[in-house]
């Protein structure tokens, strides 16, 4: 099983980018995905979760200009943001709690990182 991100990449201030990410693998069930962020010599913090519910958390710097959604059919969270700022600029990484058909429990998964630069 894994977690595969795209949709990085070099974009202007105020411009936009749509991360990807999808789970593969024998999945019984995705509880929650998200997406976090680390930027250079800082820790990884939580930029936005969603349940499979559809209840949405987001971290306040993105409130507003970040938008995450889920397609459970197809196991993948989406990131849309908008409005960038240079401050974004960091590596993103999707992660999913989910139980494999397999487990008795859930476990944690992280995807590999994509890079997100902004521009001034």
């Known amino acids: 099983v894994q977690l595969q991100a795209s949709g990085g990449g070099l974009v202007q201030s105020g411009g936009s980018l749509r991360l990807s990410c999808a789970a593969s693998?024998?999945?019984?069930?995705?509880?929650?995905m998200g997406w976090y962020r680390q930027a250079p010599g800082k820790e990884r913090e939580l930029v936005a979760s969603?349940?499979?519910?559809?209840?949405?958390n987001y971290a306040d710097s993105v409130k507003g200009r970040f938008t995450i959604s889920r397609d459970s059919a197809k196991n993948a969270v989406y990131l849309q943001m908008n409005s960038l700022k240079v401050e974004d600029t960091a590596v993103y990484f999707c992660?999913?709690?989910?139980?494999?058909?397999?487990?008795?429990?859930?476990?944690?998964?992280w995807g590999q990182g994509t890079l997100v630069t902004v521009s001034s």
């Open positions: 992660k999913a709690v989910l139980m494999l058909v397999t487990d008795f429990g859930t476990r944690t998964l």
């Open positions: 693998g024998r999945i019984r069930h995705i509880v929650t």
């Open positions: 969603i349940s499979q519910s559809a209840d949405t």
